[in-house]
């Protein structure tokens, strides 16, 4: 496993993320979003993050379980938080 890029704080699951995405596959996600791996996110989102990172502000990376199901991944620009949640739960 590559080094984190970042800190990710406390982390935050909602309710919605709590039941339909596995432990397993959040760990994963997660990982991967420290990474620099941005997920199912096009090429200007995937810039918007390098740039956020280089400045400190907010990140946000998108990833399916293994269903299907889209669930989202946001640090908060102070790197206090990290938040695994579904996108209605927005």
């Given amino acids: 496993m590559s080094a984190a890029k970042f800190p990710l704080g406390s982390l935050i699951s909602t309710p919605g993320a709590l039941e339909f995405v596995s432990r397993d596959q ?7 979003h420290i990474q620099g791996d941005w997920g199912d ?3 200007d989102d995937r810039t918007e993050n ?3 990172l280089k400045e400190g502000l907010r990140l946000f990376s998108a990833y399916r379980t293994r269903g299907g199901m889209k669930f989202w991944i946001i640090t908060e620009a102070d790197r206090s938080v990290t938040t695994v949640l579904l996108p209605e739960e927005y």
């Fill in 26 to 32: 959040m760990l994963d996600a997660l990982s991967r």
């Fill in 41 to 43: 996110m096009d090429a």
């Fill in 50 to 52: 390098e740039r956020s």
